[in-house]
């Protein structure tokens, strides 16, 4: 039976191919407009660690005076200084934690082997890898022994190893980054995440880092740091030492909270901590304010979907129902211009099922036409925003939930949209039909 | 009133041309009632398309009232059913959206009178066929019957001096059939034109003058006889 | 002759389709509306002038990594090897470059920060950066008040940070801002207690965010710090910039090697790339209007063809009761409008509200009732267009329709 209606639906689009191409056209623009805007806000709200983001935290600390404002909805900024993260770093509190921050060197051999490169480097603990799940295909982290005495020591991605090494093994080589010389000790198997999700202060699509190095470097070596530096109060900062001093913000912190226990915790040590820091005179605040969302929370709080998508979502999601409202009108028009055919059909023996049946088969094949054929606008408007932004191009692509989810939601939406016409045909009187005409 | 001299309408499809009426001749005086009978494809409904200038012909002279028919633009012919013709069909073709003043209304707008004036005469009209009561109800709401005695009030609305009829009862029992046929000779005696077109061979009868189209031309003129009074049954009982 | 009335009975009776018209009217014109807003908004930021001649300039950047280097010396020496590039006018240092998307900013005080309690003190936020004198030539800056500074005024280091500028020159946006009395020529900005003297002030200087809330505020100092990596900008002349874009790698290297030359780039580029975002929402949603105004045109398109086939008997009818061509066609046209305009009147209603609750979450500019008059005219006339032609063809149904019987 089922394919007897997809046969009659066949026919019924052959008898008004004008009609059909329009409704086909309106439910496949809606969902290339639809999914085109979708896809965009499905990569960009995407959790990047399903497994563990709800007890993955970002430190957030307000060590400002009160009333200091800053442009995040809580007034928390978003990075703490190098002191709070030193303290925090060495805190005696069950958590797993880390600081990090960005910062970049030349790469070279000191020869002519390789035209030397700027590459991004991440200066952080050595944690920072059980956080966030850092796979190792050759070699290891390096040790709390080699961080603790700051030895000139660094892990590369595969794909830095590769373009540094070729086939060769990294471990052991030597590389230099400016002028100093270090040894890997370790290659990790490179970041696949288009959301940059452990550092969402330099752009949150920006390339990950594919080299680490240790954060106790941080004071040896003078390492700058890449990326926003917010201070709040005028301070005399001359030397790399004052910066260490200042109120400046420019360190991320990370902690690893495994069970409610270790939060509750951790929210105690920020509590007393802070209370601490105000006694020493570093800032004005009635009570302690500090954040600890966890990682989904996180990207939600930085914005990580742009208020441009979440419009556009929006948007396309009203334009699908104009679509909708279009098509259902026209189905409206048709299904009742066939009242007297499905007047005999009755007469003949189909129940109202059957009648009801015929029609929604009817506008499933409209849907998965118009959903296949959105799927090929979708690609066309995806192709667009790669080509207008190319810093969206990992964004906008389909991954294989919204290649999916195309077609089910243009049949739903055809079927929610045949729903009224084919009900109203149904209720007809097969006997009315069969009088006139 | 009317005179055709000479009408043919030919039907070009791809392959073939069908004669409807050729060398048509046919003169109707002021006051007369005829019936037109003939077997089906003969050229009746041609023949009344064109005597109410819904059609086109292909040669020949048509006169109405006076005024050359076939030199006329499209809107004069318009203007000219509007005010000198009446229609009533055998499918009735009352406007399903409308309701019964609305659609008795409709010539009348389109002759632009004035809502006050239109609203006499249409009530005039639905009066006259005793349907003044249900003018808020909508045609599907009715009888067959009934709903051709809409069609006719909307006919007359116009108050035409010229009343074309399709097979006015063909959708009808005979009781509405005899109905409504008395409604038409009343008009007649009021003084308007009527053109009837019919199978019914009885109410052909009826009718003071007979025509029978036979492959596009008149076959036979029956006997003229002068209009003569019937009696007629309480009209607005039916 | 209007058949108001009787158009309006007869769209009652069938509502189903009457209201989907209606609605989809409606919501086109209150996205549509709202789209436009957004577009002038942006439109407006993306044709900001700069004050710089962006296609004939690039910047570039180097990064040192050779140990015991006399930076201040490289950094000189590459000034003079880009102005000895064929069709180079001029190239400078500078620390922080226009329209790039990177750079400081800081707030200046009209007083020192110890008189912060005063009345009148007023603090404002401003990008700045350090650079040469030669920077006003480079980027073609049009003084208006004052003097630029001179090379012998600039303080230099080498990487050692060291002492507080005492002069600036700004841009007019900033100089209204933080002395709006127009007396601000020879006053004082102040970094916590040091005071820096206004010596110019340049007509407009955009710094390197377009999109922050004050972009053409912008004051630079006469300052070079030489550190391993520099900035340059460069000015050529018209139709060279490619050329020298091309070659300014190689040059630079051959001069000295221990280092990487990156960001070879237009500003014009630059630019671009910064407001890539807002140009893809720009698009989008032209685009987004473009299909929805096509779908509704088509939507109201197709309506009509059906009423008019559902309606071809009571057409031939009407024409037959006299009605004319253009009484047919003014019929469809009328029904249309009614249609229409309820449409546009929920459209008005919803094209506000939508308005209002985009601006309460997003940061899109507050809604102008104009754009929905423009818009409701728009979708008017496109509305009466996809009329016009079923109409037109409703109107050549032959009257003798009436007399066929089924």
New interface residues.
Partial sequence: MFFHYIDLSWRSFKRTP??TI?MV??IA??IG?TM??LSVYHMMSMDPMPHKSDKVHAVQLNTRDEGSTWWTEDDLPQQITYQDAVNLYRANVPAVKTPSFRTG??I?FDDDSIK???ENIRVTGLPFFEIFDVQFVEGQPWTQEQEDNAEMVTVISRELSEKLFGKESAVGKQV?Y??HLFRVIGVFDNFNHHIKYYDLTNGHFNSHERAFIPFSLTVPLEINNWGNTNGWK?Q?I??FEDKLQSEQHWVQFWSQLDNPQEFQAYQEYLTNYLIEQEEKGRFEREAPSFGTRDLTDYLDYMGVV???N???VA??F??L???L??I???L???FL?RVPEVGVRRALGASKRDVFAQHVVEVSMLGLLGGLLGIALAQL?LW??RT?????SELATMDLTMLFSAPIIAISACILAGL?PAYLVCKTNPAICLKT? | MLQMKNISKVYQTEKVQTHALRDFDLNVDEGEFIAVTGPSGSGKTTFLNIAGMLESFTAGQYMLDGVDVGSLSDNARADLRNQKIGFIFQGFNLIPDLNLFENVEVPLRYRGIKSSERKERVMHCLEQVGLASRIKHLPQQLSGGQQQRVAIARALAGEPRFLLADEPTGNLDSLMARQVMELLEQINRDGATIIMVTHDPELARRAPRNIQIVDGQIADFTLYQKPTAVPVASVAGA | MLEIKPIFNSLFRSK??AI??V??IA??L??VS??LS?IKDRMDYLQTDSGYSEQDLFQIST?????DTDLLYLLEETERTLLGMNGVVNASFMREVPLSGSGSSSNFGNKP?DQNESEDYRSVNTAYTTTPASIFDTLDMTLIEGRFYTDSEVLKFNGD??DLPTQVVVSKHYLDEIYPDGDGLGQFIY??NSPIEIIGVVERAMGPWPKSNRPLNFAFFPIVDAT?SQKFVVRTEPDMREQVMNEVEEVLLAQFNQ??I?NIQGLDDAKREYQ??????L???V??IV??VS??A??IF??T???I??RTKQIGTRRALGARKSHIIRYFLVENSILCISGMVLGAIGAIYLGQM?FEH???PAFSAMYVVYTAIFVLIISLLSVLFPANRAANISPSIATRS?
């Fill in positions: 004008l009609i329009l056209s309106a623009i809606g407009v085109t805007s060197y030349s070279h030397p490169f700027i230099y400016d002028e005028y005399d001359r030397t742009t208020e441009d979440r419009v556009l948007m396309s009203m334009f129902s104009v679509c409202a279009n259902l009108g026209l409206l028009g048709k211009k408007g667009g925003v207008t932004y190319s810093y969206y009224f005409q | 189903a389709g989907l018209l609605l989809q919501i086109t209150a996205i709202n789209s957004i990064s040192v990594f050779a140990k920060l940070g060291g970094i916590g391993g280092r990487v990156m890539a975002s807002d140009i893809l929402m698009r989008m949603l685009i987004l299909l929805l779908i509704t088509l939507g197709g309506m063809v059906f009423n086939n559902k985009l997003y940061s899109v089924v």
